[in-house]
T-cell receptor, first 114, second 111 residues
C-alpha cells in the first residue's frame, strides 16, 4: 500500500506557543489530504480537507485561524496549531488518497500542551 | 442519528474464533466501504476496500457489503492475539473523498 508519514510523532509545547505538524505522501502525489483529530477511546473527527494550491476546507466548528493548513506541494501538507492551549492536546492524524483510490493514514502526531 | 453506526464493544474472543464486526449506515449515496485496524496510539491501517455490494476476501479477512440493507461486515477467521485492536468502518460517496467513520469496535483476542 501507499505510505504516508507524519512529523513529529510526538510533541510537547507550552500553552500559547504554536506547533507545526507535517504530513507527507512518500510514494505518490496527493492533490488532497485530510486532517483528523482523535481523542482517547473515540473515533476520528475530520478537521479539514487540504487542497494543493488552494485554501483548505474546514469542517463546521473548526477554527480556521487556530488550525492553519498549508498544502505546499503535491507531497506535503502542514497543520499549524496556533496559540495552543491544553484543550488542543490530542492525537492528530493525516490521510491521503492516491489518485482515485482508497485513503492511507499517517502514523499520527501526539500533541501535549502544558 | 449518526450516519454510520458501529457497536463500540468491547468484544473479547478466544484465539482461533471467528470474529464478526458490523456497521450500518443511513446515507444511500455511500459507494466505497473500508475497514481499518488501529492499534493504540497508531494511525489506522487499511485492511479492506470495497466498492458497492459484494464480498472481498484477503487472507483471514472477508468484507461484505449489502447496499440494499445498508449493512457492511468484516469477518476475521482464525483470530490471533495480534488482531487485538480497534476496528473502524469507513465509507465515502466518491473514491478518495472524505470518509465518514463508525465509532470503532475494540477487539481483544485472548490466547
Amino acid at each position: 500500500g501507499a505510505v504516508v508519514s507524519q512529523h513529529p510523532s510526538r510533541v510537547i509545547c507550552k500553552s500559547g506557543t504554536s506547533v507545526k505538524i507535517e504530513c507527507r505522501s512518500l510514494d505518490f502525489q496527493a492533490t488532497t489530504m485530510f486532517w483528523y483529530r482523535q481523542f482517547p477511546k473515540q473515533s476520528l473527527m475530520l478537521m479539514a480537507t487540504s487542497n494543493e494550491g488552494s485554501k483548505a476546507t474546514y469542517e463546521q466548528g473548526v477554527e480556521k485561524d487556530k488550525f492553519l493548513i498549508n498544502h505546499a506541494s503535491l507531497t506535503l501538507s502542514t497543520l499549524t496549531v496556533t496559540s495552543a492551549h491544553p484543550e488542543d492536546s490530542s492525537f492528530y492524524i493525516c490521510s491521503a488518497p492516491p489518485e482515485g483510490s482508497e485513503q492511507y493514514f499517517g502514523p499520527g502526531t501526539r500533541l501535549t500542551v502544558t | 442519528q449518526k450516519e454510520v453506526e458501529q457497536d463500540p464493544g468491547p468484544l473479547s474472543v478466544p484465539e482461533g474464533a471467528i470474529v464478526s464486526l458490523n456497521c450500518t449506515y443511513s446515507n444511500s449515496a455511500f459507494q466505497y466501504f473500508m475497514w481499518y485496524r488501529q492499534y493504540s496510539r497508531k494511525g489506522p491501517e487499511l485492511l479492506m476496500y470495497t466498492y458497492s455490494s459484494g464480498n472481498k476476501e484477503d487472507g483471514r479477512f472477508t468484507a461484505q457489503v449489502d447496499k440494499s440493507s445498508k449493512y457492511i461486515s468484516l469477518f476475521i477467521r482464525d483470530s490471533q492475539p495480534s488482531d487485538s485492536a480497534t476496528y473502524l468502518c469507513a465509507m465515502s460517496r466518491i473514491s478518495g473523498s472524505r470518509l465518514t467513520f463508525g465509532e470503532g469496535t475494540q477487539l481483544t483476542v485472548n490466547p
